[in-house]
């Protein structure tokens, strides 16, 4: 699976995520002590995220890393298999 996708489905998870939750970008960065800069970033896909950022969001979310993890899997879209 190419980078991009990922970045681009964690992207649409933590979009998906805040704005399920009625919260601003200023008030996602006030909870995880990420620059609000840096949430939009993450959310236009235009950064990597890391590790530690990745867990801070998914605890500001109410999930657990795996969970949001879950999540932004949804927005990868499904290759088809091989006909036999």
């Not at 990597?48 to 999540?71: C, H, N, Q, W, Y």
Request: hydrophobic share 45%; net charge positive; no cysteine.
């Amino acid at each position: 699976m190419a980078a991009s996708n990922w970045q681009e489905a964690v992207a649409s998870a933590v979009r998906r995520q805040r704005a399920g939750l009625k919260i601003s970008q200023e008030r996602l960065a006030e909870m995880t002590g990420v620059s609000r800069v840096h949430i939009s970033r993450i959310e236009t896909g235009d950064t990597d995220i890391t590790m530690a950022v990745f867990v801070k969001l998914a605890s500001a979310f109410g999930m657990t890393p795996p969970e949001l993890l879950r999540d932004a899997e949804l927005a990868i879209p499904k290759r088809k298999s091989p006909k036999s």
